[in-house]
């Protein structure tokens, strides 16, 4: 029985091997799919570019463009942000499982090293002459005492054995784990790579449709009747949603309560122009926040998404509404994470800053309404 056992812990033993680290296995990324697929897009792009110069196309024309190329560019940046979400929790994944592993292999080493001092003192047990003990009383009641610590220690030593493949199991478990994490890494850093590069290309597609319709919209006159015309369309879109709020009667608290305490609805410098005249009689009825490209752009206040689309001057829009006639909106984005009838939360992310909507440099067009009137947002927010 003896025997039994001693084989039964030598083999466990030659179960430990250390197994740092994880194997680099081949990963065979579809690179020239993806260079295929740029090529065949920065083509297409370059056709249209051609065909718009060649047209003398129209301001209208080119706007139609324009609301293509940002609402692509909004779906790109997107997928990448989501890409980029990914990335960071298959980093954090790998670092708990690092540890872990790192927890595994110092447990595995002193449990070696406990099961290997148990076997000494197991075959010193077993030194012992059994029948000299059993002869002479006194040295069978030490024969007994012997026998019931090693009855004592074998059973501890079976439990340590039992824990010992458990966590051999686990690591390898882990380490299996790691290796796939690796490759996860390996697949969203190539997607990211490749997204980035379709964004560059559609960004540049966007430049070039913008810099023909700033040259098509010349005079002061034309620059008044567009912006009136943008104006009239984001009205018309704060219109459509308040009648929508009004016909879904979401239980919403509003903004009043708040007011001068409101969360600020991205970083960066204010510039509070609400008031102030825009070109010809046409003044802001908002805010810009200059900040960086694909910043994160957040709710205000606790709420529900009614409109979530491009406007014509404004860009790709959301328009939040937070109950009792209140409501924001975020203009110039350049992705919307959120849809109409989505709620959300304070401080939630629902859009990246960009400059869709024709702008120049990278910010958020903001405002606050009640009733459909326009608010100065200085006066609401916490800045």
Known sequence: MVTSKRSTILYTLQLLVV??????LPWAQAQETQQEKLAELQAELKAR???????????????????????????VAS???????SLANNRQEQKALEAEQTELKKAILQQQ??????????FMAGHYDYAKMIFYQDEARSFERVLTYYQYVNKARQQEITRFRDNVSRLEAVNMQLANKA??????????KSQQNVLIARQSDRRETLNKL???????????????ANEKALMQAI??????????????????????????????KVRKLFGAKRQGQVRWKGIII?????????AISRGRVLYADWLKGFGLVTIVDHGKGYMSVYGHNQALLKQAGDQVGSGETIALVGQSGGQSFPNLYFEIRHKGKALDPSSWLNI
């Open 79 to 85: 997928s990448l942000n989501q890409t980029q979400t």
């Open 113 to 122: 090293s406990l099961l290997a001092s148990q076997l000494k003192s197991a």
């Open 183 to 192: 490759q996860e890494l390996a697949a969203l850093l190539e997607k990211q």
């Open 49 to 75: 570019q051609q065909a718009l110069a060649s047209n003398q196309a129209s301001a209208e024309e080119l706007q139609e463009v324009l609301k293509r190329s940002e609402v692509e560019i909004g779906k």
């Open 290 to 298: 200059e900040g960086a490209e694909g910043a994160a752009v957040k």
């Open 239 to 268: 219109e459509e949603a308040r009648i929508a709020a009004e016909r879904e009667k979401t239980e919403l608290a509003g903004l009043a309560t708040n007011k001068g305490k409101l969360l600020k609805p991205a970083e960066g």
């Open 19 to 24: 197994i740092g680290g994880w194997v680099a």
């Open 214 to 228: 700033t040259a098509t919209i010349a005079s002061d006159a034309a620059k008044v009747d567009e912006l009136q």
